[in-house]
């Protein structure tokens, strides 16, 4: 779902959140800016994605807003600090408003990455559906795919994954054969498949990067549909076959899912919902999904000290679930949480406060026992920030 061109988590950064501080962990994290977005022409800007690591340490991302044409960006952040735009998306038939990280083809360097909007022949949308690309180390960029809205889905979001054969996968929030978004693939060989088209009630409107496990099952969510009209949990086949997991209520268990999902190795699914639509939760959980289809509701979050609305991919390490939230915190900027799954008790590492960055909405990514993210907004500038936080 979209608001004014913006995914529709993207509203809830500006709530007015009354500010207390129920289960809130103590703050004692180190936590570092790694960038300040200074905007266009020559920046990037609203960083609403997680970033990525190369080889040899490089970090990649994308911005939403920003570059010469202010439709979004591609970079790169040296091990050294060191920070290079990479690619401005021109707005048009190039892309605009990349509202997912690059995935790094190991083998050659090149980076696979969505952009929401943009793109030519999406009759009806004039900012255009989204287009698939692929942009080289040298800085070589092409469109491998312009969505179509009738066949691929349109606006793509979520990092798309990637497996040793080198086909990525994908999500369109939205369009596709049944109108309500669909999974692709887009393999090795350049052929564009759509594996599963949603209708509403096995889902509507996927969030987040789809999670793949080995056997080449694919795990998602979808924001709302399903039984409740609250969101799903699914799985899908390779071949395409579609099982919905868990249907969201919007009461205790939460609803809206927003983000991606994690699974540790006993086959437990971890994720977040954003916010409930009944006032049971109106912040927003993160939750447990046994293999049976038990859910268990780790953590709700009260909208004050603790966060409110998490936000994009959950992360799984060590026993303990990793995230963000956009909303909440010391000042209302949002927070970067950890919830320890055996006690039910929520940790915040880090709360923002506007000057180091502002209303996160990506998930973190993993490296030397630090997490590393962004905020859509705040710093120095008020165009965002990437950061560090030690766990």
């Known amino acids: 779902m979209f608001f004014d061109g913006i995914p529709f988590r993207s509203i809830f950064v ?8 129920f289960g809130a962990g103590a703050q004692a994290k180190p936590y570092t800016v790694l960038h300040n977005f200074a905007g266009p022409p020559g920046d990037g800007s ?4 997680n970033v990525g690591f190369g080889a040899n340490g490089e970090m990649y991302g994308a911005t939403n807003l920003g570059g010469t044409a202010d439709s979004g960006t591609v970079f790169e952040i040296a091990p050294d600090g060191t920070y290079t735009v990479l690619h401005s998306f021109d707005g048009a038939a190039g892309g605009l408003d990349p509202n997912a990280g690059v995935t790094i083809d190991p083998a050659t360097g090149d980076l696979y990455g969505t952009t929401t909007f943009g793109g030519s022949g999406c009759l009806g949308f004039h900012s255009g559906c989204g287009v698939l690309y692929r942009l080289s180390p040298s800085g070589k960029f092409k469109i491998l795919r312009t969505f179509d809205d009738a066949v691929d ?3 793509p979001v979520g990092q798309l994954v990637r497996d040793k054969l080198g086909n990525f996968y994908g999500i369109g929030t939205t369009g596709g054969p049944n109108l309500g978004g669909t999974v692709f ?6 052929i564009f498949t759509v594996l599963h088209a949603f209708s509403g009630d096995d889902g509507f409107e996927p969030q987040g990067s789809l999670l793949r496990e080995r056997a080449g099952n694919l795990y998602g969510a979808t924001y709302s549909g399903g039984a409740n009209d609250y969101g799903t949990v699914f799985k899908l086949t390779p071949k395409g076959k579609l099982t919905t ?13 927003a983000g991606g999902l994690d699974r540790d190795k006993a086959g437990d699914i971890y994720g977040a919902t954003n916010l409930a639509g ?10 447990k999904l046994a293999p049976d289809g038990t859910l268990t509701t780790l953590y709700a979050f009260t909208g004050g000290a603790d966060g409110g609305y998490p936000a994009g991919n959950i992360l799984q390490s060590g026993g303990k679930l990793y995230g963000t939230t956009a909303g909440g915190g010391a000042d209302d900027d949002g ?11 929520e940790t915040v590492l880090h709360s ?12 973190l990514t993993k490296m030397h026992n630090r997490l590393y993210g962004t905020a859509s907004g705040g710093g120095t500038g008020g165009y965002g920030v990437v950061f560090r936080v030690k766990r």
Do not use: H, M, W
């Open 14 to 21: 500006g709530s007015a959140i009354a500010l207390c501080a």
């Open 46 to 49: 609203y960083i609403a994605n």
């Open 153 to 155: 889905g349109r606006y």
């Open 185 to 190: 693939e887009y393999s090795a060989k350049g």
């Open 245 to 257: 997991l868990y249907s969201f209520t919007g009461g205790k268990d939460g609803g809206y899912p």
């Open 278 to 287: 009944n006032g049971s939760t109106p912040f927003g959980t993160v939750f």
């Open 335 to 345: 927070i970067v949480y950890e919830v320890d799954p055996a006690a039910g008790s």
């Open 352 to 363: 923002f406060a506007g000057s180091d960055g502002a209303g996160p909405q990506a998930g």
